[in-house]
């Protein structure tokens, strides 16, 4: 049996590592983040420390990572993987990247006496997991057939696509179908939901009918679940939707669908909703159509209720800075409110700050939530922020919010700790229902 090299042992990486080491293969990971390996090492791996200690580990190295940097720094970067690459090596790379990089791993790993396949997958968590996937490889024929028993370990059909970089091309191709149909999916149940029509039937008629699909398939229990858990995020999604709009551009092919779908994912995006499944830009629908496309009656119960009037709770009131706190009406009752029964729902928000031309870096902090008012929330952390600042806010996965970008209006200062009024950016009027119902359940949990 083959030595193996696993290189990326996220959502994919890791159930796909599993199975080779199930099947008997000796397997050598390695993983950027650490603690991602535990699980494996466990089930009987060794970790290497780096690439490089990975590629002297190894006859067949695979490599499953997010994006095009981080492929250059694994391969190219310091200790990595080309530096020590063992000739006859066969490397395979399952990541979703440009085929103008997967040539160039093509001819550097060839310049080392090795050979390179570039071989993406289809087929999101539950096929790694169950070892269903679908292979499409890019590369020679002779070394696809030399690794057929270890692709096969990880997945039930291998589908060679020709040269080096066509894996890469097909991948793109098959992913520029999969972002429209579900899009295509969320949308017809956005106009379902518009007509009061029950999601659950619709959906059964989707598949029933001419609409179906593999994805409303894989979706359907999801959305009515509400359960945007990733199988592949909505990021991950724009991304290869990018990936492959700069490839219609370089082959000069027209792509008005892919354009016009890229643009609904980069609006999912803004809205915070990148780290979730991409069945999740059903948020960006619901905010348009101000109301729920899945119908749940439990959910509908919920707004129902944030909406009634409450002889218990006075009008709350928005503190900007345009209005202070001792001005506003009703601050004293606010504050009394507030004194009464203090909030302490746990959040996280993602912050980001501009890096370079096109580039953001970010951060997720730790937060509580402490009050609600009309138009905003008052948030409290450690960590300092910056007035005007934008944030995303994240809710407790059993709140079945979506995140909500804010921006920071107000800053008071507390022992170690800062408070912030937080300003909510385009919040649908029913997502607003929602998040009081939500806050109201917490307030009547905590008396």
Known sequence: MFKIGFIGLGVMGEPMAANLIRKGYPVTVYNRTPGKADKLLELGADE?????????????????????????????????????????????????????????????ISAKFGDFLDAPVTGSKPAAESGSLVFMVGGDIE????????????????????????????????????????????????????????????LELVQSGGAASKMADLKAPKLLERDFSVQFSLGLMLKDLRLASSLSDELKTPTPILEAVKSLYQMGDAMGLADLDLSALAHSYEQW?????????????????????????PEAVVVSKETPAAAAPNSNSNRRRSERLTLNIPLKLSVYQWEQEGAFSGQLIDSTLCDISDNGIQLSTTSPLELDMFVVIHFPQESELPPMIGRIIRIETSASRFRYGCLLAGLAPYQRLQLEAYINKQRITAD
């Open 48 to 108: 290497a420390s780096t690439p490089s200690a990975v590629a002297r580990a190894s006859e067949v190295i695979i490599t499953m990572i997010s994006n095009d940097d981080s492929i250059r720094e694994v391969y190219y970067g310091e200790n990595g993987l080309l530096g020590s690459i063992m000739p006859g090596a066969i490397v395979i790379d399952s990541s979703t990247i440009s085929p103008a990089l997967s040539r160039q791993l093509h001819r550097d």
């Open 143 to 202: 070394v696809i057939h030399k690794v057929q028993d270890v692709l096969a370990t990880m997945g039930r059909n291998i589908i060679p696509m020709g040269p080096s970089g066509n894996g890469s091309i097909a991948k793109l191709a098959h992913n520029t179908i999969v972002g429209a149909n579900v899009a295509a999916l969320l949308e017809g149940m956005a106009i379902a939901a518009s007509g009061d029509i029950d999601a659950k039937n619709f």
């Open 289 to 313: 159509i101000n109301k729920r496309i899945t119908n749940h009656s439990d959910a509908e119960n919920t707004v129902a209720t944030a909406s009634a009037p409450s002889a218990a709770e």
